[in-house]
């Protein structure tokens, strides 16, 4: 029971990881029906920025997460401006294309300035462990944990309390309409943008912390599975990403935990395939009949 | 039936006896050396990729990911089924275990994805890949992270030729059926197709299973040409090189496909030594094609010999004006 409730706190630590940065896949999804293959990689800028800022700014970690969200979000509006912009009246496969290849543009060029070698993100966190009722916490865990939630009420404040996230429902829901209603259609989706990229920055240095390693490839493997976590909670859904965050980090940290560690990255792919089988419009998504 | 020795399949006939002669005279004669022969060999196995998967993307308007993880079956059925019986006999059968196996697999995949309409197949296969991928790593048989070596190497130009000849016949035939209009027509618009009596799921499933199977038939050639597989050759780098090649073809053009793969083949030879400029090369040339060209460079155009041959279908333009007049 213990064990159990030990995965429990460090499935949901990761959870809180992948839900921050599903809420960019589902918030993009939302708005422009595309899924951003850039995403992952979007994350791995923010936490070589985040890391960069640290280690050769000595800057303190709180501003380093701010840091790294202004610079990736801005990141992020320069890659919808010019890449995803133009292909917003061609066909989905055009723009996925385009997406795939923003995703190794953005690899490859890490790979060419920052070079193959991993870095390690330095600890700036001390490693303190408390023992509460038995259970081990990391200070870190806790960090990670309270920063995502965090940022996921900010958010959530946003998207359903301001005038700006009105105009990012509307937008959702239909985009010409809003358009006839005076809201700025190609600022919103600029702004999406911007709000998703940063939540990836914020999670990529988060992972930096709590696994260490920098490398251009970091974003791969928690892109997909933020992606399915994103699926799993219903596409386009904000609530849906946070709770599909958490499942996934949980369901993953048992299996890791529980059966073999070689087959934890399998199992999220096959969590997607039963999604697809059993209920494709995710656990909060409603069925919805496509008009012609 | 249509007649199979009409004056066009003559004289495409034609051309690829001449086209298989001269490449056998110029290896037997040393104006090829083996180096660039092993360059030929692996731009014929792109071709096979390069045109299956154009059946999937250009064809059918379906974006897999996933055509790595289908030639890494092909290449270990091969490679596995060789280190008992390393002759040809152990290849054509590697080659179809590696079928087989590729069939079950992507139905697998392919009938939860290809229900929903959307981009579900993309991820599903990126996924499938990482899967596939993950699986050969933990297995005994496929010998984990240093993959299987001393595959003997049993790769000829003649059974390359016969192999990339038979894949793109195949393939056009299949783009030129009752199956590939139907796929045509579900790229183009689904709920239209849907309307006019389409199964969509069924062809859409027939022609994914179609593109997986010539690319584990490729893997099969990859394991013998090259000797060594492993499970780091078959990652996503490898599936995007192959979508490089569609793309730059022209989306639908299975002549354009093999045209790109010989010259993507031919760059990246001469461009050896500078990887990572090439790579980033390539990624923008996927964004700017997509962003003013997205049919691809060549478009759905074939290279064809109706133009030389000065036989033209009618133009759509034509045939209404008649019917108004």
Known sequence: ??????????????????????????????????????????????????????????????????????????FGVIIERVAYKPLRKSSRTAALITAIGVSFLIQNGVLMVMGANIYAFPQVIPNRFFTVFGLRLNMLQLVIFATSIALMIILQFIVSKTKLGRAMRSVAVDKDAAALMGVN?????????????ALAAAAGIMVGLYYIKVFPFMGFTPGLKAFVAAVFGGIGIIPGAMIGGFAIGLIETYVAGYGSTLYKDAVVFIILILILLVKPSGLLGKNVKEKV | MKNLFSK????????????????????????????????????????????????????????????????????????????????????????????????????????????????????ATLGVGEIIRIVILNLEI??????????????????????????????????????????????????????????????????????????????????TTYYVVKPETFGIATSINILIIVVFGGMGSLTGSAVSAVFIGIV?????????????????????????????????????????????????????????T
Request: proline fraction near 2%; charged fraction near 10%; glycine fraction near 10%.
């Open chain 1, 1 to 74: 029971m213990q064990q159990f409730l030990q995965q429990t706190i460090n499935g949901l630590s990761i959870g809180g990881v992948y839900a921050l940065i599903a809420l960019g896949y589902t918030m993009v999804y939302g708005i422009i029906k595309l899924i951003n293959f850039a995403h992952g990689e979007i994350f791995m800028f923010g936490a070589y920025v985040g890391m960069i800022a640290v280690m050769n700014f000595n800057i303190p970690i709180y501003l380093a997460f701010v840091i790294a969200m202004a610079v990736t979000a801005l």
């Open chain 2, 142 to 223: 496929t010998n984990g992270a240093s993959g299987i070596s001393n595959i003997k190497n049993l790769i000829s130009w003649p059974l390359l030729f016969v192999f990339v000849v038979a894949a793109v016949v195949l393939s056009a035939n299949f783009k030129n059926s009752a199956i590939g209009r139907a796929c045509i027509s579900i790229k183009e618009d689904e709920i239209a197709s849907e309307a006019m009596g389409i199964h969509t799921t069924k062809y859409k499933v027939i022609a994914f299973i179609f593109g997986a199977v010539l690319a584990s038939v490729a893997g099969s050639l990859y394991a």
């Open chain 2, 8 to 123: 066009k399949n003559l004289i495409w006939l034609g051309i690829l006896i001449v086209l298989f002669f001269l490449v056998q005279f110029m290896i037997d004669a040393r104006i090829i050396i083996p180096y660039h022969r092993t360059i030929l060999f692996g731009i014929g196995i792109f071709i096979i990729l390069g045109v299956s998967l154009n059946i999937i993307i250009g064809i059918t308007g379906q974006l897999s990911l996933g055509h790595a993880g289908f030639m890494s079956i092909g290449a270990y059925s091969a490679a596995i089924v060789m280190q008992y019986m390393p002759d040809m006999t152990g290849l054509l059968l590697g080659m179809l275990v590696g079928t087989l196996v590729s069939i079950l697999v992507s139905f697998v995949v392919a009938i939860p994805t290809l229900r929903l309409k959307g981009d579900y197949l993309a991820i």
């Open chain 2, 268 to 324: 990246n030879m001469l461009l050896q030594s500078y990887a990572e400029v090439r790579l980033i090369t390539y990624a923008l040339v996927l964004i700017v094609v997509m962003i003013f060209r997205p049919q691809g460079l060549f478009g759905s155009k074939e290279f064809g010999l109706d133009k030389i041959l000065g036989f033209k279908p009618p133009s759509l333009k034509k045939l209404r004006k008649e019917e108004s």
């Open chain 1, 185 to 197: 259609v190609d600022n919103v989706i600029t702004i999406t943008f911007a709000i998703g990229s």
